[in-house]
C-alpha cells in the first residue's frame, strides 16, 4: 500500500557514473532511496538487470514489540 518513485538521472561527467537509478519511498516523517550508479558500460550490459533489482527495494515499518 505504499507509494514508491522511480527517478532515473543522467549525469553526464559525474563521479560515480552517469546512470544513476534511484527508487524512493516515504514512511512516516522518513524518507528512504535505493540508489544504483552505473558506467556507460556496466548500464549497457546491464540495465534490464539493474531496472529490476531497483525495484525489489521495499521499506517495511519495524516491529514494536
Do not use: C
Request: hydrophobic share 35%; proline share 3%.
Amino acid at each position: 500500500g505504499r507509494t514508491y518513485y522511480t527517478y532515473e538521472l543522467n549525469a553526464i561527467g559525474a563521479r560515480t557514473g552517469p546512470h544513476i537509478l534511484a527508487y524512493v519511498t516515504s514512511l512516516g516523517e522518513l524518507v528512504y532511496m535505493f540508489k544504483i550508479y552505473a558506467s556507460e558500460r556496466q548500464w549497457a550490459k546491464n540495465e534490464d538487470r539493474l531496472r529490476k533489482l531497483v525495484a525489489t527495494f521495499q521499506a517495511s515499518v519495524p516491529r514494536k514489540d
